[in-house]
């Protein structure tokens, strides 16, 4: 009688969405989607849950000296692998969160495969699509600036850049991740105009990066929508993407001043800086 064998599935890979807010991460998300062996989305909460986990087993727990880095790690790597044990089909997963590229030195420790793509969007343009969905919701207030009502452009421009602010926390961490040692071989920068201008050349660079065969996708039809996150956080439409993608020019609604004093800050655009040769598409 023939003994049945079992035929062991593929080991299921893991990379990272992150980079800068307003710059296309939800829009890559959807557009990984249409392919049926990818699972991908907006920001998710692992990694403040593993942040949760880290803090617990470190010194801040009386009881952390009981626990070796082999368990942290053990720990740790089984985090992500079970928060998406119940995507039994799913062969790539793409996590999202502004935190990744602040933790690169981690995900090289628990997943040394795995890849991070920052999407990057010019500073200017960041903020202006900040102010525009703060002009569309002129009787509520947002989350993002602690439901304060008392405030002005300026003073939300200033909020959103501080270093533990929404978008000045993400550009800090990004800049982290570029300029770090763990770069080579595990970062990828997308950039916005980049994937809205030329969709296909930018993802078939994504798809080279992380080493997956090309799927063809369809730019003219995409969906994702997350109504129910953005109107807890005061902010509709945060992570809604248009059906079609294309650029959309528009002139921006920044005082001069603000948009002028940002416009320089794009650091990945000379290559001076990029001593570590990280591709930016």
């Known amino acids: 009688m023939p003994v049945a064998t079992d035929v062991a599935k593929p080991a299921r890979k893991f990379h990272f969405i992150s980079g800068l807010p307003r710059s296309g991460s939800t829009l890559l998300a959807a557009i990984l989607n249409q392919n049926p062996r990818f699972r991908a989305g907006m920001t998710s909460p692992l990694a403040d849950i593993m942040g949760a986990v880290i803090a617990e087993a470190s ?55 795995a890849k991070v793509i920052a999407c990057v969007r010019q500073l200017s343009w960041v903020l202006d699509s900040m102010e525009r969905l703060v002009r569309k919701q002129p009787v509520s207030v947002s989350k993002v600036f602690r439901f304060d009502t008392n405030t002005t452009v ?3 421009v200033e909020a959103l850049t501080d270093p533990r602010g929404m978008v000045g926390f993400a550009f800090q961490a990004t800049k982290d991740a570029f300029y770090s040692q763990y770069a080579p071989g595990h970062l990828l920068l997308l950039t916005y105009e980049s ?7 930018a993802m078939r660079a994504v798809y080279q990066f992380i ?4 799927f063809e996708h369809d730019f ?34 920044l005082p001069r001043d603000i948009f002028g004093r940002f416009m320089n800050e794009s650091f990945w655009m000379d290559p001076k800086n990029n001593a570590s040769q990280v591709p930016i598409i």
């Open 59 to 113: 010194s801040k727990n009386d009881f952390s000296f009981d626990v070796s880095d082999e368990q942290r790690v053990a720990m740790l790597r089984g985090l992500v692998e079970n928060f998406y044990a119940g995507q039994a089909d799913v062969g790539v997963v793409f996590d999202t969160s502004r935190l990744w590229c602040s933790r690169m030195q981690l995900l090289e420790t628990l997943f040394p495969e």
């Open 154 to 156: 300026y003073s939300r």
């Open 195 to 201: 994937l809205v201008r030329n969709p296909a050349a």
């Open 211 to 214: 080493g997956e065969p090309w």
């Open 220 to 253: 003219d039809h995409i969906a994702y929508a997350a109504d129910e996150f953005d109107a807890r956080v005061g902010m509709p439409g945060l992570h809604t993407v248009r059906p079609k993608v294309e650029p959309m020019e528009r002139t921006s609604i």
